[in-house]
């Protein structure tokens, strides 16, 4: 790597070198609004195996964070029922930057600013590998699936829409 090419360093990246998790860096030009479609596009990789991290909230505006795969949405009526509440809905950018740490587009589930309750997609655990936001926009780190089970213990949950 050049040095213009190394990989940033992040709380996410200083999270996964603290917990010994292995990772790969993969960093790409960040197109706004591009989302995970532009990611897996020039990174050649399956959208299905790009994982973002949303910063959603209960209707008492307890934050919470779900990985779901590249290619699907969140049902959040589903999520609330697994949850137990009446409602979830998405953060505002200002919240979610204020819970993580993150800006939306560089949101990552490793080393927020807060702890926060983590779920994951059950049908990610079904990957070899995923590629995941390392903490910056324009930045996704591979890891596999069951190191984030193994390290942050999000809860399994059921609740993608295609």
Not at 33 to 43: A, F, N
Not at 111 to 117: D, E, R, S
Not at 122 to 142: H, M
């Amino acid at each position: 790597m050049k040095n213009d090419d190394r990989p940033p360093e992040t709380p996410a990246t200083q999270f996964l070198h603290k917990h010994g998790i292995a990772h790969s860096n993969h960093l790409y030009p960040y197109e706004e609004h591009g989302g995970t479609k532009v990611s897996s596009r020039t990174l050649n990789v399956a959208e299905h195996s790009v994982v973002k991290t949303l910063v959603m909230e209960d209707e008492n505006k307890k934050p919470l964070l779900v990985l779901m795969h590249g290619d699907h949405k969140v049902s959040t009526k589903e999520l609330a029922r697994q949850f137990g509440v009446k409602k979830i809905a998405p953060c505002t950018a200002d919240d979610a930057r204020r819970h993580t740490g993150y800006m939306v587009g560089g949101c990552s589930p490793f080393g927020t600013k807060k702890q926060l309750p983590l779920c994951m997609e059950k049908t990610i655990l079904d990957l070899p590998l995923i590629y995941i936001n390392g903490g910056q926009r324009g930045y996704l780190v591979g890891v596999h699936p069951h190191d984030i089970l193994r390290v942050l213990q999000p809860k399994i949950v059921e609740c993608r829409l295609a």
